[in-house]
Antibody, heavy 125, light 110 residues
Framework: EVQLVESGGGLVQPGRSLRLSCAAS????????MHWVRQAPGKGLEWVSG????????GYADSVKGRFTISRDNAKKSLYLQMNSLRVEDTAFYYC??????????????????WGQGTLVTVSA | EIVLTQSPGTLSLSPGERATLSCRAS???????LAWYQQKPGQAPRLLIY???NRATGIPDRFSGSGSGTDFTLTISRLEPEDFAVYYC???????????FGQGTKVETK
């Protein structure tokens, strides 16, 4: 069974940093691209970032470009999101999600399946 | 940027009834790039439909997707108690790579 488990969320002040992790199991991690998708409490879904199987190609939403950095460690079967210069509007549940394309290129992922249970990031003074 | 608009915002129905959810795109969408998700309170989204009409693994056949171009539909033929949730459509645009979601339709018990 494919499992994705996020961690690292919490309360942080505006301007500070936080690093999220996602531990993967149940599939060959380095065959697939991975993504982060967020959801502000009570709101809709927003794609944040994606990374290809070998970290060779990476993409970000305009709203986080220059502040967030996605990375992965295939040996540890883990995905990360380094979030710097956090803003109040970054408050959200952050989900990691697996792409379906077995070539491992994030830009070929038409949808996301499955998703982790999410970790809540709250940015507040 | 393609904007997805879902309607209605809320659908009030009883178990056993048919639910029809709409997702309209501001520009034509490749059907291969249209997906639907279900989200229950406190849970992550779950993939229901991909490629506009293909059920994901383990999804009951009471869920079906259809449509093309700018108009897509998710139909739940007979609502079960566990189907009351929020449903999102999502599209993928390849140049540059971008994933966008509709604002969601809540299916609630009447």
């Amino acid at each position: 069974e494919v499992q994705l488990v996020e961690s690292g969320g919490g309360l942080v002040q505006p301007g500070r940093s936080l690093r999220l992790s996602c531990a993967a199991s149940g599939f060959t991690f380095d065959d697939y691209a991975m993504h982060w998708v967020r959801q502000a409490p009570g709101k809709g879904l927003e794609w944040v970032s994606g990374i290809s199987w070998n970290s060779g190609r990476i993409g970000y939403a305009d709203s986080v470009k220059g502040r967030f950095t996605i990375s992965r460690d295939n040996a540890k079967k883990s995905l990360y999101l380094q979030m710097n210069s956090l803003r109040v509007e970054d408050t959200a549940f952050y989900y990691c999600a697996k792409g379906p394309d077995s070539t491992g290129h994030y830009e070929r992922d038409n949808w996301f399946d499955p998703w982790g249970q999410g970790t809540l990031v709250t940015v507040s003074a | 940027e393609i904007v997805l608009t879902q309607s209605p915002g809320t659908l009030s129905l009883s178990p056993g009834e048919r639910a029809t959810l709409s997702c309209r795109a501001s520009q034509s969408v490749n059907s291969n790039y249209l997906a639907w998700y279900q989200q229950k309170p406190g849970q992550a989204p779950r993939l229901l439909i991909y490629g506009a009409s293909n059920r994901a693994t383990g999804i009951p056949d009471r869920f079906s997707g259809s449509g093309s171009g700018t108009d897509f539909t998710l139909t739940i033929s007979r609502l079960e108690p566990e189907d009351f949730a929020v449903y999102y459509c999502q599209q993928f645009g390849s140049s540059p790579p971008k994933w966008t979601f509709g604002q969601g339709t809540k299916v609630e018990t009447k």
